[in-house]
């Protein structure tokens, strides 16, 4: 059951090209706007390179996780998943590596591209890379928990997420950059990839279940 | 013994209503000890001058603003898990009181700021998550009044209270775990690093404001109670 739902939120996601599409544009667009609205110096493109990059792919994943629970709660396949006999967590997963899979590893996949747009070391790139690697999963697990607490809500989802979610994701967005901009310097950054590891795996253990109970909530009305 | 008795919303009314007036006069005697003790007695910092005086508000609000938090957290998981109204209307009434607490710690530590450091704000780890802590406020009140029905509503906003807490232990320890401009505890059990005689006042203050919130989020709930059971006998009986 958890590749079935693997495999049909992937399908899914997949024919209908912009709603991964978009994000991904959304995401090289809003980069881009930084060089040319700050300086398109060498030293301050490096100081600012994570910390946009990140904020980038945090505002990205906004577009599409109010989606994430909404649109099968409104065309009611949220109901039959909530009575399948296979445990409500496992399933959330499921769904929740398919949002990983088409909305954040896109965005991990141009990063290069775009750190290379910001005059990254190859060195830093790569522990751009990592950051994302070891970070979206988290954004993705704490969004999940957020559209699922307010997949009830039709109106006001676009507006409530990013209040919700944005103050939660602020120790992670620290890190993350923070990783980056020791590795450019040339710290030890082992600590903090340990922390952004701890903080997935902590998540990864919490959030489907979490996620579970949220939606229970949500749908029964 | 039938402990059931002491979460029923009449009991909890006619008890909170005999406390209130005893809490009230002690609240305002140890404000009145702290204020007066703080503001006039205490001698002037040797550094600071009379400048060090805003920790009588700041300290109480910025320790009153995880404490509350805190508190909130214990009863939403009490009414998550054992579905008690007392508990979710208590959550309910305490997150404003928190909020305002949290907005008066950063504006008196700001206030502070200025003089002392030569500046009204700075992103240090202590000041970012006690910003931090406003927003998981405010993200609290935002969720619960998103919702049509206030049951379903106060439960999707407890879960987000639960899950916000991992914050309160980064604000406490942020000032040992990143070595920044805001000091350290210098409140201990033992070994205080601060002078007895602005010590007491300081300890007072901080009662009075935990009493004084309790006072308020006692009475927000007495009302919200009176409200919600308003078809039922006792309440009828209470307020005629």
Same mark, same amino acid.
């Given at each position: 059951?958890?590749?079935?739902?693997?495999?049909?939120?992937?399908?899914?996601?997949?024919?209908?090209?912009?709603?991964?599409?978009?994000?991904?544009?959304?995401?090289?667009?809003?980069?881009?706007?930084?060089?040319?609205?700050?300086?398109?110096?060498?030293?301050?493109?490096?100081?600012?390179?994570?910390?946009?990059?990140?904020?980038?792919?945090?505002?990205?994943?906004?577009?599409?996780?109010?989606?994430?629970?909404?649109?099968?709660?409104?065309?009611?396949?949220?109901?039959?998943?909530?009575?399948?006999?296979?445990?409500?967590?496992?399933?959330?997963?499921?769904?929740?590596?398919?949002?990983?899979?088409?909305?954040?590893?896109?965005?991990?996949?141009?990063?290069?591209?775009?750190?290379?747009?910001?005059?990254?070391?190859?060195?830093?790139?790569?522990?751009?890379?990592?950051?994302?690697?070891?970070?979206?999963?988290?954004?993705?697990?704490?969004?999940?928990?957020?559209?699922?607490?307010?997949?009830?809500?039709?109106?006001?989802?676009?507006?409530?997420?990013?209040?919700?979610?944005?103050?939660?994701?602020?120790?992670?967005?620290?890190?993350?950059?923070?990783?980056?901009?020791?590795?450019?310097?040339?710290?030890?950054?082992?600590?903090?990839?340990?922390?952004?590891?701890?903080?997935?795996?902590?998540?990864?253990?919490?959030?489907?279940?979490?996620?579970?109970?949220?939606?229970?909530?949500?749908?029964?009305? | 013994?039938?402990?059931?008795?002491?979460?029923?919303?009449?009991?909890?009314?006619?008890?909170? *209503?005999?406390?209130?007036?005893?809490?009230?006069?002690? @609240? !305002?005697? &140890?404000?009145?000890?702290? =204020?007066?003790? %703080?503001? #006039?007695?205490?001698?002037?910092?040797?550094?600071?001058?009379?400048?060090?005086?805003?920790?009588?508000?700041?300290?109480?609000?910025?320790?009153?603003?995880?404490?509350?938090?805190?508190?909130?957290?214990?009863?939403?998981?009490?009414?998550?898990?054992?579905?008690?109204?007392?508990?979710?209307?208590?959550?309910?009434?305490?997150?404003?009181?928190?909020?305002?607490?949290?907005?008066?710690?950063?504006?008196?530590?700001?206030?502070?700021?200025?003089?002392?450091? *030569?500046?009204?704000?700075?992103?240090?780890?202590?000041? @970012? !998550?006690? &910003?931090?802590?406003?927003? =998981?406020?405010? %993200?609290? #009140?935002?969720?619960?009044?998103?919702?049509?029905?206030?049951?379903?509503?106060?439960?999707?906003?407890?879960?987000?209270?639960?899950?916000?807490?991992?914050?309160?232990?980064?604000?406490?320890?942020?000032?040992?775990?990143?070595?920044?401009?805001?000091?350290?505890?210098?409140?201990?059990?033992?070994?205080?690093?601060?002078?007895?005689?602005?010590?007491?006042?300081?300890?007072?203050?901080?009662?009075?404001?935990?009493?004084?919130?309790?006072?308020?989020?006692?009475?927000?709930?007495?009302?919200?109670?009176?409200?919600?059971? !308003?078809?039922?006998?006792?309440?009828?009986?209470?307020?005629?």
């Amino acid at each position: 059951m958890f590749y079935r739902i693997l495999i049909y939120n992937l399908k899914l996601t997949l024919r209908q090209r912009s709603d991964w599409l978009n994000p991904l544009l959304f995401f090289i667009i809003v980069v881009s706007l930084f060089p040319l609205a700050i300086s398109t110096e060498k030293a301050v493109l490096i100081a600012i390179a994570p910390g946009v990059i990140w904020i980038a792919a945090v505002l990205a994943s906004l577009l599409s996780l109010p989606q994430l629970f909404q649109a099968d709660f409104i065309d009611g396949s949220l109901d039959q998943l909530l009575l399948q006999p296979e445990p409500l967590t496992y399933l959330v997963a499921a769904k929740l590596l398919a949002h990983w899979l088409t909305h954040q590893l896109p965005l991990i996949l141009v990063a290069p591209l775009v750190g290379l747009l910001f005059q990254l070391s190859n060195h830093s790139i790569g522990i751009l890379i990592i950051s994302l690697l070891l970070g979206t999963p988290t954004l993705s697990l704490l969004g999940g928990i957020i559209a699922a607490l307010i997949v009830s809500l039709r109106g006001q989802v676009s507006l409530l997420l990013p209040l919700l979610l944005l103050p939660l994701l602020i120790p992670l967005l620290l890190f993350a950059t923070n990783v980056v901009l020791a590795a450019e310097q040339g710290f030890p950054i082992n600590g903090q990839l340990a922390l952004l590891a701890a903080l997935m795996l902590l998540a990864m253990a919490f959030a489907p279940w979490v996620i579970a109970i949220a939606l229970r909530i949500g749908v029964e009305v | 013994m039938n402990w059931h008795k002491f979460i029923s919303p009449q009991w909890f009314y006619d008890f909170s *209503g005999k406390c209130l007036p005893y809490l009230s006069i002690f @609240t !305002s005697l &140890l404000f009145a000890y702290g =204020l007066i003790g %703080g503001l #006039l007695f205490a001698p002037p910092d040797y550094q600071q001058g009379d400048g060090f005086r805003i920790i009588y508000v700041h300290v109480p609000s910025a320790f009153l603003s995880m404490l509350t938090y805190m508190a909130m957290a214990v009863c939403a998981l009490i009414s998550l898990i054992w579905r008690i109204k007392l508990a979710d209307i208590m959550v309910r009434s305490a997150a404003p009181i928190g909020a305002w607490m949290t907005a008066l710690a950063l504006i008196t530590g700001s206030l502070w700021g200025k003089p002392m450091w *030569g500046t009204f704000w700075i992103w240090d780890a202590r000041l @970012t !998550s006690e &910003l931090i802590l406003l927003f =998981l406020y405010l %993200g609290y #009140l935002a969720l619960y009044n998103a919702f049509q029905n206030s049951a379903q509503g106060a439960r999707a906003a407890n879960i987000l209270l639960l899950v916000g807490i991992v914050n309160i232990p980064i604000i406490h320890y942020s000032v040992y775990w990143w070595n920044t401009l805001h000091q350290g505890t210098t409140i201990k059990l033992t070994n205080s690093s601060i002078a007895p005689s602005m010590l007491h006042p300081l300890l007072a203050m901080i009662a009075a404001f935990m009493l004084y919130s309790l006072i308020v989020v006692v009475l927000r709930a007495r009302n919200q109670l009176l409200w919600q059971e !308003s078809r039922a006998k006792w309440v009828k009986h209470a307020i005629s």
